[in-house]
């Protein structure tokens, strides 16, 4: 996870507290485990009894439609804020015990924390450092990390003169500098042209076979139809829909149509689905997921 900031705290009226959970035991074979999760901002319930649970070792595709509540749980589950109830899990620790979680998960948040100012490289080495990662270690990643994502020739040009697409590879090489155990991505090709996309989808195809945990948000259906094992819908704070991507598309069959997008306007009983985007580059309307808008 990239340094973390200080946690909100916002548990809404202050009526609720956060949970903590009953169960004596952990599932080793889970990387993520919810149990009634809530968040709430002010009067705005971001979300809503939330129960998840994500086995290790899989690619998971996170949907919903804007303001959901997909980038509140991602911030829920990489502990950079707190619930307002409810409990969680996170390969096996308590989301309140923060630094173990933080050692072991990678956070891509959707807008790349980078300190624009440095170099590729100093921005990776400055997250090394972070991170306590052996100046000898750390520069065998980093150099191999560039060279997978393309940026080496660039590594030491300042970060103010990237592309989109540049910062967005340098932003998840940062997120999984450590070597994570789950890594957690909120919109990771949102924006990026095709060729760097297609980079990105297949450094997480290699994460995955590797037995990294991943669990992502998009709103490219093509991205989580081609990705994930298994896929969840989010809607109005809610899980309302799970599954595998192809038993989620039966679910939403409509006479001879048979998509996750079908499945996705079928599970949320919205036609107009802001956000969502078909894999043509269609899209209705820019994410605005915040952790105020869940």
């Known amino acids: 996870m990239d340094r973390p900031s200080e946690t909100d705290g916002e548990t809404g009226s202050g009526s609720e507290t956060p949970i903590a959970s009953s169960r004596g035991d952990t599932d080793d074979s ?37 303001g959901s509540g997909k980038t509140t749980t991602m911030r829920l589950l990489t502990t950079l804020t707190r619930p307002t109830a409810g409990s969680a899990r996170v390969l096996g620790v308590d989301i309140a015990n923060r630094n173990p979680i933080a050692r072991r998960v990678g956070y891509l948040p959707e807008e790349s924390p980078l300190f624009v100012e440095l170099t590729g490289r100093e921005m990776l080495t400055y997250v090394a450092d972070l991170r306590d990662i052996p100046t000898h270690e750390a520069d065998d990643r980093i150099a191999t990390l560039l060279d997978r994502f393309g940026l080496s020739s660039r590594a030491d040009d300042r970060i103010e003169s990237y592309s989109k697409g540049m910062r ?3 932003a998840l090489v940062q997120s999984m500098l450590h070597d994570p155990e789950l890594l957690v991505l909120d919109e990771p090709t949102a924006g990026l042209d095709p060729r760097a996309t297609r980079t990105i989808e297949d450094v997480i195809v290699e994460l995955a076979d590797r037995g990294v945990t991943i669990f992502l948000s998009t709103h490219v259906l093509s991205v989580a139809d081609e990705l994930a094992d298994i896929v969840g819908v989010i ?60």
């Open 30 to 66: 889970l990387a993520i485990e919810t149990d009634g999760l809530r968040k709430v901002y002010g009067e705005t319930v971001a979300v809503e009894g939330l129960d998840l649970t994500v086995p290790r070792g899989v690619a998971y595709a996170f949907l919903g439609p804007n």
């Open 168 to 170: 967005q590879k340098l």
């Open 235 to 294: 809607h109005d704070g809610r899980l309302v829909a799970e599954g595998d991507p192809a038993s989620l598309e039966r679910r939403g069959q409509r006479g001879d149509e048979r998509s996750l997008e079908a499945a996705f306007l079928s599970v949320t009983g919205d036609e107009n689905a802001d956000g969502w985007n078909d894999g043509s580059g269609a899209k209705t309307g820019e994410s605005t997921d915040s952790p105020g808008e869940g």
